[in-house]
Each structure stands twice: as structure tokens, then as C-alpha cells.
């Protein structure tokens, strides 16, 4: 602005340019909901609202959504009308589904409240089959046949069975023709299905006739267009069974979804909070009235939006009347934006909303100005990019309109900077024995080639690696460590999953409650005190013959038995404790944590670390947190953290500058951001599959697929799955197009070729490779690829990686870095090459003795691993496809101490698999409906002693009526090993429960053992 002052042609261009500079400062410069909060203050009369009200916290109102949903289940139980819902869906399919619906409430509820439901799924089918009958192609087929009949040439073109199956399908065509005609989707789609099924056989005809070809045609079309949604649909009769199932569900989800809303509203109200949605509706809502309008109107002359591809409807509706761009005498709307650079369709961004008002202002007379001219990479670079980009995102058949066609860039820049050398786009690709040890070997390849660039001049923090999920750094991060090369994590997500925050959470936990034994092990294992693991067990173990000691007792007790350097640790931890115990739940939680920090001494233990700048800016931003929530009890501050990690609320770390390290970070958070050297790490990741029964589609509404089969659905449902996955695939092809075009001098991708099912970054990038041009006369980096169109430059690098070595138990791995600077309890002895001679040979036969018990063990470990995260999947009430699932079994497999990602990958696939053959299960699901406790204790006299334990489930089945129900993990692959186990253990096991339930409740029992795993599948018993 000073420029355009300065270098004004006349004084009153530069009076002119003086006076819209000095209007800058008096401009509105807010986000969208600030504005939002400003007009709803404004007017709190007519939008019935406490002008005082606070903007309710993201991580909060997901915190409330999820009890609103907890609390709208225990509803539906009582209510009589909601029956066929609870019997449809299994209560983790309706908690996962409902939540979803509420995470989106506003959306959902005009779906609900909208045009009708059951209209809009027709709708939308009617125009999917349209779109495929109507087609030129298909419509020219379809005459061409017909014609061949009329003129009766058909059966000698065809011949006679190829003859029949046409004629059959010209009159399923027109018959499908009429329902559609008479707004009959449902059996349009099924004839077209029949079509499918019975009329297009290639295996017959004649091969020189022009009918062949025509059906051929029909089919390759059936399957690009349609197929893709409907899938091969082996019975009709089950299909349309199923559809009209799911219409028959309509009225009990859109009450239950009612319910959830109005609990959630109640708990905004109680708290005189808005959350972001009631900030856009409201505002939205107030600006429909006309004289609210012309009120804000007569304040702004203008409106400037800035990232507009990320918006939604409403946002626009809000925009358009501040803006008055849809009257004559008015149009001061400017935005900017790049539809290909839309990433935040999981906030609810629709890039729909971007491309309709690109096309109404041309429409209606505006500019549209596009700008093809990029100033961050220069002319080499920017060719390979065009080369590798156009085909990965304008591939699409038909174009839909939230996939965005590429538009090519022209640098603006011609020559990269002096170290920079061809070629400038790299293709690490790892071919190990299977994916993690593909990706192992390329974040090792990565952090070579990263190596060289420093040694030739290219700063650390020059470099930054792109994820599409923080869930991929850890064998990055491992990497570079193991290089020694300085790195900084700018996480999207896991706040409370970092060590140290643990640590302080668990700290917590145990001051709050010091009967905890596990809590109060990990306070005093933790960085805080130190204590060996052999100090524990004394504590825990004073004597051999004795029954084990809770360690607030120890603690209290002689402490002499420890070591010299363990004994001081333990009487600070005793001081400490004693110190704090009195005020838990009695000052703030913020107040706690300040005062927990200086009494044990962890605030100086993490500043002392290597990382402690970073370590001590998570604990600070911990502090923070807790300072805002203003929650005094501690329980409920534990259970707020928890609820957020359930909710998905995104929590990052504490920000912080790069300083001469290497960044990893995710895509969404480098948006907008420049770097010289680019790396999409792990390219080859899937986008996640989601499983939801339940589900929030733009075109069609709320849709659900009810009922336990595992067939894919009713005929809306599999168009709205359809639907979402191809947003979703046009969103990764965004992300991939705002992760490449960060680069400013060279970009790398590394992924790898073994495994891969469905589309990666990685196999859009490859299938742009045509194989032809590789020239193996290459560059140092490796072959050097020339693309035929731009001509620009690839190194291909193949990273052949050894096989993948045996891993040994995750208790004798290396420890973590956070656990670097503890005494290891033994040492790990090297491999050495030796000659075996006679007498070594019992040596080794006891070694290998000694090696089977270590595996031995460690197999029932994992084993123990798994029924533990079974049953805290079960007794949390989680379901597949709810996005908590797996960060909850990731957080509990580390706590458990596998830090190894392929064996944590292993046990969460093991434990994924029993739970969806429970899920599936009628039995359960009858349980599920019923009322039941987990995990109930027990405790009975048995001779002269006393019996005690856990009841899995204890569920009630009516008055003084029980059934006990025993899960069991464990891998049976015969009958007789069944038979021996339901003898020796499961049977005795459950007479035990049995009599436990018969004499503390009284009444009939009922007994059964749920098998998991018994020859690959689930297997109920009863038991006496």
C-alpha cells in the first residue's frame, strides 16, 4: 500500500490511495465466527440469547456431544416406539452413528426436519440411474440394438443365445424406463441390477456381429457408472427386503437423533454457552430478518474473504446477506481461494460452496480472475509437478462438482537457488518383506538422502516432512534419531498421549486416589521419583511368604530394605504425597498440578532432558487446560481428558519453531506454509475406511444400514457410501496437490510397491510415470525419468531393504528414548559367530530351552494383552468404524508397554477381528439391549478362606433372574482342546460365578462362555 502511495501518477491518485490506507485500520479483520458472536450480541432479543453467553471450546463441546449421546440411549431403552432402532443396530452401532449425526447437528437435523427423507434417497437413486440410461453412449447402443430387432437382423447378427439375452434385456430397458417415469427408483435399480445379471453374458454371440460389441459397450459403461455404487446384486428380493427395512426406520432414528440434540442443548443453556454451529445458525438467522440486514449492510460496504474454499453453506448464506451480493444495486463481495486447496471436508467444508459461487459470479456479471502464476517454486520444479498432477486429478468419469479439476502453474521463478540441482523431484521406493518393513526402509533411506543435502549445503530447517496422519511419524522420527538429525514434531493430534503428559496425568491420578496400586507404580516409576523396578517389587513384595502390600502402605512403613539410591526417591515420593493428598479436590486442578510439579520435582526433571524446552511447553500448555476447564475435582478433570481423547477432540502440542531441526508435520498444518525441500513421507498410507451403520450424506441425508448381515447394505445406503468415498478420494487428491505444491525448491516421495491395495499419493504418482521413458543413465540420486509432456525431470531411487529380522518380545527392546537414562534391569547379550563342538551341545540344547520359555512367556503376554483390550473395548461400549476404537486400543497397547509399531499393529488387527465377530453376533446383540453390568467383584467364603473375582458381564433377565457371561480370547483350533479347556477351566470357572451370584443376589442363574476365537470364529457355550 505504501508502494501504489508513493508511486501514484497524480496527486489525486495518490490522495486517493492515502485515504483508503488510512480506512484499513477501521475495517472489521475477524474469523467468521467472531463476526458471527459480534451480530448475535448485537441483537440477543431477537435471537434469544444471553448477550453474556461464551463461546463454547471445541474439545468441550465434544466432551458434551458424546454424554448427549450417552444420555439419548438410555432414553431410547424405556421407550417402546424406539424398538425396532435398538433391534436394528447394535448399541455401539447406534452410539457411533448417533454421534456422528450429532457432530454434525445442524446438517442432520435439515435432513431430518427438510424435504422428506424417503424423497430425497429417491431422488438422488432416480439421477444416479439416470445419469447412466440417458448417457450418449449408452442411449446410441441401446437404438443401435433395437433397430437390428426392428429390421430383424438381430438373431443372425447375433445369434440365438446372444439373441435371447438381448431381447430380454430391451424389454427390462423399457420396463425400467417406466419406473423410473412413475418415480419407482427402488425398481428401476433392481431391473437394472437384473440387466446386469442376466442379459449381458460376453460368453456368447458371434464375435463378427455388430451386436456383441453393443452389449459390450452397455456393460463397460454399467460397470464404470454404475456398479461402482450398487456392486453385483446376487438377490433382489434381499435388496429390496433391506431398503424397505431401513425406510421403516425413518421416524424411531429421527427421534433418537431429537433426543441427542435437545440434551446437548440443554447442557449449552445450562451453561449460558454457544458452540460454533449456533454461532453461524444465529447469525445466520438474525440476517434473514430485513431490517437486521440493512442494519449491518449500512456498516459494511464490503466483504473480503479470505480462504473461501473452506467454507460452508451457511457461512456463505451469511456472507451473501452482509454483502448484498445477490441484489442489483449492491455486490461488494470479494473472496479468495483455490478450490484445489479445500482440506477440511472432516470440519465440515464443502468445496461445492467455492465452485457455485465461482460460477454464479461469472453468471451474473462478476469478475472471476484466475491465477495460474505461482511465485513459491521455480520453472524445473513446476514443469515435473504438471507433469505428475494433471493426470492424478483430472482423471474423474463422470466429473462430479467437489472434484476439482488441475489447473496448470506457470513459475514465475526461473532458475532454483544456487545448491539446488536437477533432477528436483525424487521417488524413494521401498521394497522390503512387507509394509512396515518398506517403511522402515524408507525412513532410513530418507534420512540418508536428507544427510546429503545438509553436506551439501541445505540448512535443517530448510526441510519438512509431510504426513497425511500424525499416526505415521513414529518410524520417521525413529530414523532420524538414529541419524542424528535434528527434528521438531509439529503434531495435529495425541496432546495427551505424549510421555510427559502421561506421566502428569498419572501423577495426578495417584494423589487423588493412593489406593490406586497401578497409578501409584507409575508415579513412582516415572521421571518424577525413579524408583527401579526392583525397588517396586520390595514395596510391593516385603517378604516372599507374604500376601502382597498396597504401596500407600509401604510407603508408610520401614523403607530401609531399599537400596541407598532408591530409599531417598521413596521418602520424597512418601513426602510429597503426604504433602499433597490433603488438597486434592479441595484447591483447582490447575492449582494441583502447579503444586505437584515443585513438590516432586518433575518440572526440573523434564527441563533437564534433552527435548526440555518441548517437554516443558506441553506441561505449561497442560496448565493452561486445566486453568480453563475450572474444574476442581480431580476425577472429574481425569474423566474430562478421557472424554475429550474418546471424543476425537484434535489436541496438538505446544507450538514451537523449527531452530536448525528438520519439521514433521501434517498436511493440514503446513497449509499456507513454504518450504525449500518437501518430503511426502509415507506416501503410500490408504485414506482410512469408515464403517459407520449410520451415516451423514451431502446429497441423500441421513442413511443407516441396519440389521446384522453382511451383505453391502440397502440400495440408498450403498449409493451414499459410494458417494463419500468418492469425496473422499477427490479430498486425498487435494491434500496431494497441497502437500507437493509446498515445495519451493525440491520435493521427495517416498512409498512402497509391496502390499498396496487401493489409492495412495504413492500409486497416483506412479501411474503418471509412464515406464517407457525411465533412462537407467541417471544422476547420482539413481535413473532419471522424463516425462513426455513437460519434459521434467524424476530420480527414482529403489530402496531394496534386507529381510525384516525377527522380533523379540517388547520387554527385551531397546528402551524408549523417555526411558533412556534408567539402569536397565539386564543386559542384552550380542549375537557372536562360534563353532559348535560336542561338548557345547547341552549348553545349547538349556540355551534353547531357556530361548522357548522367553517366547513362551512372552506369547502368554500377549495373549493376556489382547483379552485386556477385549474387554475394555466391550465394557467401553466401542463398535467398528467408531474413529475412537483405534486411538483407544494404540493408547493401551503403548501403556502396555509393546512399543514396537508392526506388534501393536498386530495385536490391534487380533482385537479388531474378535470384535467384529461379536458386533455381528445375534446372541450378543440380545445382550446388548438388556440391562448389564461389567466387571461386577465378587467375593464369597469358600472353607476357611475366601473366593474372589470379576464377572465379565452379569446381565439382568428379568426379576431375581441372571445371566453370567464369560469372554474368552483364546485361540482354540480343535474340539478336543475345547473340550479339555471347558473341563480343566471354563466350567469350573463359571460354577464359581454361579454360586457367587446365587448367594449375594439371590434367585436364577444362568450361565454362558463366550469363545472368540474358537476355529475362527465365535462359539457360545453354556455352562452348569
Not at 373 to 383: M, S
Not at 594 to 616: F, Y
Not at 953 to 978: N, Y
Amino acid at each position: 500500500m505504501n508502494e501504489w502511495v508513493r508511486d501514484a501518477r497524480s496527486g489525486q491518485d495518490r490522495a486517493r490511495w492515502a485515504a483508503i490506507e488510512a480506512d484499513i485500520d477501521t475495517a472489521r479483520i475477524g474469523t467468521i465466527h467472531s463476526l458471527c458472536a459480534e451480530i448475535l450480541r448485537a441483537h440477543p432479543v431477537e435471537a434469544a440469547v444471553d448477550p453474556g453467553f461464551e463461546v463454547l471450546e471445541e474439545g468441550l463441546a465434544a466432551a458434551w456431544k458424546s454424554q448427549a449421546v450417552e444420555d439419548a440411549l438410555t432414553w431410547a431403552s424405556g421407550e417402546a416406539d424406539l424398538v425396532p432402532v435398538l433391534r436394528a443396530f447394535t448399541p455401539m452401532q447406534l452410539r457411533a452413528g448417533l454421534a456422528k449425526l450429532i457432530g454434525f447437528r445442524l446438517e442432520s437435523a435439515e435432513a431430518f426436519e427438510g424435504v422428506d427423507l424417503v424423497a430425497r434417497w429417491d431422488g438422488a437413486l432416480n439421477a444416479r440411474v439416470r445419469e447412466f440410461t440417458e448417457g450418449s453412449e449408452v442411449v446410441g447402443a441401446v437404438r443401435r440394438l433395437e433397430d437390428l430387432e426392428t429390421e430383424g437382423r438381430l438373431e443372425a447378427d447375433a445369434g440365438p443365445k446372444l439373441n435371447e439375452q438381448v431381447q430380454q434385456l430391451l424389454g427390462e430397458w423399457h420396463a425400467m424406463a417406466e419406473a423410473l417415469a412413475h418415480s419407482s427408483p427402488i425398481e428401476a435399480v433392481l431391473r437394472l441390477a437384473g440387466i446386469r445379471e442376466e442379459c449381458l453374458n460376453l460368453t456368447v454371440g458371434k464375435k463378427a456381429g455388430q451386436a456383441k460389441p453393443l452389449v459390450r459397450l452397455i456393460r463397460d459403461f454399467y460397470e464404470a457408472q454404475v456398479e461402482r455404487w450398487l456392486g453385483r446384486v446376487k438377490d433382489a428380493q434381499a435388496l429390496e427386503q433391506a431398503e424397505e427395512s431401513l425406510r421403516a426406520l425413518v421416524p424411531g432414528l429421527r427421534a433418537l437423533f431429537a433426543k441427542a440434540a435437545e440434551f446437548y442443548a440443554r447442557a449449552r443453556e445450562q451453561k449460558h454457552a454457544l458452540d460454533f454451529d449456533d454461532l453461524e445458525d444465529g447469525a445466520a438467522r438474525l440476517l434473514d430478518r430485513d431490517e437486521v440486514r440493512r442494519r449491518w449492510r449500512d456498516e459494511i460496504r464490503a466483504v473480503l474473504v479470505d480462504e473461501f474454499q473452506d467454507t460452508n453453506a451457511r457461512q456463505r448464506r451469511i456472507v451473501e446477506a452482509l454483502s448484498g451480493s445477490r441484489d442489483e444495486e449492491h455486490g461488494g463481495l470479494f473472496v479468495v481461494g483455490d478450490a484445489k486447496q479445500s482440506i477440511y471436508r472432516f470440519r465440515g467444508a464443502d468445496v461445492t460452496v467455492f465452485v457455485d459461487v465461482e460460477q454464479a459470479a461469472a453468471k451474473a456479471g462478476g469478475e472471476v480472475l484466475h491465477f495460474a502464476e505461482t511465485f513459491r517454486a521455480h520453472a524445473g520444479l513446476v514443469d515435473v509437478l504438471n507433469g505428475l498432477l494433471a493426470p492424478a486429478m483430472n482423471s474423474a468419469f463422470p466429473r462430479r462438482p467437489y472434484q476439482v479439476p488441475y489447473e496448470r502453474l506457470e513459475a514465475r521463478r526461473a532458475e532454483p537457488r544456487d545448491e539446488t540441482c536437477p533432477p528436483f523431484v525424487e521417488m524413494l521406493i521401498a521394497e522390503g518383506g512387507n509394509a512396515e518393513a518398506s517403511r522402515q526402509a524408507g525412513a532410513a533411506a530418507l534420512a540418508h538422502r536428507l544427510g546429503e543435502l545438509a553436506r551439501a549445503g541445505v540448512p535443517w530447517d530448510d526441510m519438512v516432512l509431510l504426513f497425511r496422519a500424525s499416526t505415521s511419524f513414529p518410524d520417521f522420527e525413529r530414523a532420524l534419531e538414529d541419524a542424528g538429525i535434528p527434528f521438531v514434531t509439529v503434531a495435529g493430534r495425541g496432546f495427551y498421549d505424549r510421555p510427559e503428559i502421561r506421566d502428569l496425568l498419572n501423577l495426578l491420578r495417584a494423589v487423588a486416589n493412593p489406593w490406586d496400586d497401578l497409578a501409584m507404580a507409575g508415579l513412582l516409576r516415572s521421571p518424577a521419583f525413579g524408583l527401579s523396578d526392583a525397588a517396586l517389587y520390595r514395596l510391593r513384595r516385603p517378604s516372599a511368604e507374604g500376601e502382597p502390600m498396597s504401596f500407600r502402605h509401604a510407603l508408610r512403613g520401614d523403607l530401609s530394605a531399599l537400596g541407598e539410591t532408591d530409599q531417598p526417591r521413596a521418602e520424597r515420593a512418601r513426602d510429597a504425597l503426604k504433602r499433597l493428598e490433603p488438597k486434592a479436590n479441595r484447591i483447582s486442578v490447575a492449582e494441583l498440578l502447579k503444586d505437584l510439579l515443585d513438590s516432586s520435582g518433575l518440572g526440573a526433571a523434564l527441563r533437564a532432558a534433552p527435548s526440555g524446552e518441548r517437554l516443558q511447553r506441553n506441561v505449561d500448555k497442560l496448565l493452561q487446560d486445566a486453568h480453563a476447564s475450572g474444574i476442581a475435582r480431580v476425577e472429574d478433570f481425569l474423566e474430562y481428558i478421557e472424554t475429550l481423547k474418546s471424543a476425537g477432540a484434535r489436541e496438538g502440542e505446544a507450538p514451537s519453531e523449527a531452530q536448525g531441526a528438520v519439521r514433521l508435520m501434517t498436511v493440514h498444518k503446513a497449509k499456507g506454509l513454504e518450504f525449500p525441500v518437501v518430503v511426502l513421507a509415507d506416501a503410500s498410507r490408504q485414506a482410512p475406511t469408515d464403517y459407520a451403520r449410520i451415516m451423514l450424506s451431502r446429497e441423500l441425508g441421513v442413511v443407516a444400514r441396519p440389521g446384522r448381515r453382511t451383505d453391502e447394505g440397502p440400495v440408498s445406503y450403498r449409493l451414499a457410501k459410494a458417494m463419500d468415498r468418492e469425496e473422499e478420494q477427490a479430498e486425498e487428491q487435494r491434500l496431494l496437490y497441497v502437500g507437493a505444491t509446498r515445495a519451493q525448491e525440491r520435493l521427495i516421495v517416498i512409498g512402497f510397491r509391496g502390499g498396496q491395495r487401493g489409492s495412495s499419493w504413492f500409486s497416483q504418482i506412479m501411474e503418471a510415470l509412464p515406464e517407457e521413458s525411465v533412462s537407467e543413465a541417471g544422476a547420482a540420486t539413481g535413473p532419471v525419468l522424463r516425462l513426455p509432456d513437460t519434459g521434467g525431470l524424476i530420480a527414482l531411487r529403489t530402496v531394496r531393504d534386507l529381510p525384516a529380522p525377527a522380533r523379540l518380545p517388547a520387554f527385551v527392546r531397546p528402551l524408549a528414548r523417555e526411558e533412556a537414562a534408567l539402569k536397565p534391569l539386564y543386559q542384552i547379550v550380542p549375537e557372536v559367530e562360534f563353532e559348535i563342538s560336542d561338548d557345547k551341545l547341552p549348553f545349547l540344547e538349556a540355551a534353547r530351552k531357556r530361548r522357548q520359555d522367553i517366547f513362551a512367556a512372552h506369547a502368554r503376554e500377549s495373549a493376556r494383552l489382547v483379552g485386556n483390550l477385549v474387554h475394555m473395548a466391550i465394557r467401553r461400549g466401542f463398535v467398528q468404524g467408531d474413529v475412537r476404537l483405534r486411538a483407544m486400543l494404540g493408547a493401551a497397547v503403548r501403556e502396555a508397554g509393546v512399543l514396537d509399531e508392526a506388534e501393536a499393529g498386530e495385536h490391534i488387527a487380533h482385537v479388531t477381528r474378535l470384535l467384529e465377530r461379536l458386533d455381528d453376533d445375534p446372541v450378543w446383540g440380545a445382550f446388548e439391549r438388556a440391562r448389564r453390568y461389567h466387571e461386577v467383584p465378587f467375593s464369597v467364603p469358600k472353607g476357611e478362606g475366601v473366593s474372589s473375582g470379576y464377572i465379565d458381564i452379569l446381565v439382568e433377565d428379568g426379576p431375581r433372574a441372571w445371566q453370567v457371561v464369560d469372554f474368552k480370547t483364546t485361540r482354540i483350533a480343535t474340539e478336543a482342546e475345547l473340550e479339555r479347556l471347558l473341563q480343566t477351566d471354563f466350567l469350573p470357572q463359571l460354577a464359581r460365578y454361579r454360586e457367587a451370584v446365587e448367594r449375594q443376589l439371590g434367585g436364577t442363574v444362568q450361565t454362558r462362555v463366550c469363545l472368540l476365537d474358537y476355529m475362527g470364529r465365535l462359539e457360545w457355550r453354556r455352562g452348569p
